[in-house]
């Protein structure tokens, strides 16, 4: 799976002498927490955040008049305020590669750009959460069971026997480290069985069930 695959194609852009207060209203009205910023032949220079404009809105004990703020506003501009040395990533750039960079750097969203750094779209934590739930099922019913599997060769294939065997359906797989090097923990959605059936045929098979409910 590829940010292609993913992305928000033909994001909202401003460009770097937008004011700030007309960047806060388009990002409010466009419902978005960040904007690419572009040069007049779209190629990126930077990216700003709704957290970014709000740290140069004065606060509500300001001593200011309410004709002296939005004057003073009008003088600051997305370029005083937006992050330059933007991190981007490419259409073919696998999602898992995405998120881990927005974790490792701690921002919430990744401008997607061309071999020219022109903006071809842009990467949230929100598509990421989206992916998500479709990679662990979690939109579709079913029975969800995570269990700890040894860590042996052909231990998923005679499992996913078994669910074949009673007649289910494995419609997501999660496998992440386990209690200790030998063994894994998986998480499985399964269609077409019931619980009991499920559980019935996998736990003479794996150390231990964990976990197993319908959802």
Same mark, same amino acid.
């Given at each position: ?6 992305? *928000?194609? $033909? ?11 007309? !960047? ?16 007049? $032949? ?9 957290? /970014? ?8 004990? *300001?001593?200011?008049? !309410? ?32 998120? =881990? @960079? ?15 750094? @022109?903006? !071809?779209?842009?990467?949230?934590? *929100? ?11 979690? %939109?579709?019913?079913?029975? =969800?069971?995570?269990? @700890? ?8 294939? %005679? ?9 289910? $359906? ?23 069985? *019931?619980?009991? !059936? ?9 150390? =231990?069930?964990? /976990?197993?409910?319908?959802?």
């Amino acid at each position: 799976m590829l940010i292609r695959d993913r992305m *928000t194609r $033909n994001p909202v852009l401003c460009t770097a002498d937008l004011p700030v207060t007309d !960047a806060f209203d388009l990002m409010k009205k466009s419902r978005i927490r960040r904007m690419p910023v572009v040069d007049k $032949n779209g190629k990126l220079v930077g990216i700003v955040s709704d957290q /970014d404009l709000l740290r140069v809105t004065p606060s509500p004990a *300001t001593t200011l008049s !309410a004709y002296e703020i939005p004057y003073l506003l009008s003088k600051v501009k997305v370029n005083d305020v937006m992050t330059k040395k933007v991190i981007t990533v490419t259409e073919d750039t696998p999602v898992e590669e995405a998120a =881990r @960079i927005m974790a490792d750097n701690k921002i919430g969203g990744l401008p997607v750009v061309d071999e020219s750094n @022109i903006v !071809a779209g842009i990467i949230t934590e *929100t598509d990421i959460f989206k992916t998500f739930l479709e990679l662990i099922g979690a %939109r579709r019913p079913g029975v =969800r069971i995570t269990m @700890i599997v040894k860590d042996k060769r052909g231990e998923l294939a %005679r499992i996913g026997q078994a669910i074949a065997d009673i007649g289910g $359906n494995i419609i997501a797989t999660v496998e992440v480290p386990g209690t200790d090097p030998s063994n894994y923990e998986v998480l499985l959605k399964v269609i077409g069985v *019931t619980k009991d !059936a499920l559980v019935a045929a996998l736990k003479p098979m794996v150390e =231990r069930i964990t /976990d197993v409910r319908e959802s």
